[in-house]
């Protein structure tokens, strides 16, 4: 009884002798805003190496490839030596020593993976065990394993230029350049930028439009088809000595895992980081979304990125932009993305749920 006298007696009063009320309680900090820790990671998805390539064909090795990647700043490569159906008994052996010598370097990230050529089209594929892969289909069977498939040069069809061995081929992928064609369509990504057929598209461009277009635009109809996310890639498919960046990828650290996950995610830039300054944010959206995020937007959406870019939106030319957009989305499903010199960013997605 005392001690609880002793409280109150030292309890602040108010001017009528009774204990003045407790003071309210101080409100609670607003939560800071998540950082992004993400940064641009330059790359590059389509590098053959010897061996497991020929070396008749190919030139570079496993360690002299980590050297110019080195050189070059390069954060990571995914090694994707030639794979082809009827040599699929030695993948097991040579895969796996590929993944050991890959994962041996240091200074860069070496991914190891394939290039799996069918006569339906090209596929890089990585992210998974591939020396364990069984069975009759190896993409569906490799892709519902976790692995990472994207399909290379999707329109590489024959332009017969004069000295250019491989313009005489047909590496196209045939389920888009052949109608009617059926093939393996779960594809994660879509190589719409290729070194060596990037410099033939500056003299011959079959249909009228360079592969990257034709690989954009179907790129966008796959996201409006089927409701997914599709990651647009480049590659130098290098069998002689361009190791350079074609692919950024927005990633937490340089570990494989990590540059995987911003590969599935769909957070890349092709041909440079500066169009990855692309933000959107949807209807009472407090935070920017980023490249390769998806919003909801029932009303609108609001773009902004650093400097003047070409606007495409759905795949279509919106013209160039000082800063930023606004876009009224009808609650209908959109994809974003900009050009900012040689840079272009990936999608970002409205409603990407949305019928």
Known sequence: MRLALLGLLA??????????????APAPAPLAAAVDARRWL????????????????????VAQIADRARAAKMDFVVLTPHIWPAVRATLKTRWRKLAEDARAITGVTLIPGIEWSTPDGHFTVTGADLSAVSGDDFLAVAHAGGAFVSVNHPFAVPTRIPGVRASHFDMSYRVWTK??????????????????LGLANLISRPGGRTGEDRAWTEANRVVHAEHRKVAAVGGTDNHKGNVMPTTWVLAADTSERAILDALRAGAVCVGGPEAGSLRARGDGDAAWHR?????????????SWDGIARLYIDDVDRGDHPGGFTHATDGALHTYRIVIANSRSGFIYANLGAP
Do not use: K, Y
């Open 11 to 24: 309890l602040p009063c108010s001017e009528d002798g009774r204990p003045a009320p407790a003071a309210p």
């Open 42 to 61: 330059a790359g590059d998805l389509h590098m053959h190496v010897a061996p497991p390539d020929d070396p008749g064909d190919v030139q570079l090795s």
């Open 179 to 196: 109608p009617g064609a059926r093939g393996f369509t779960a594809i994660d990504g879509v190589e719409v930028w290729n070194f060596p």
């Open 291 to 303: 490249v390769g995020d998806a919003l909801i937007a029932p009303h609108q959406v609001t773009l």
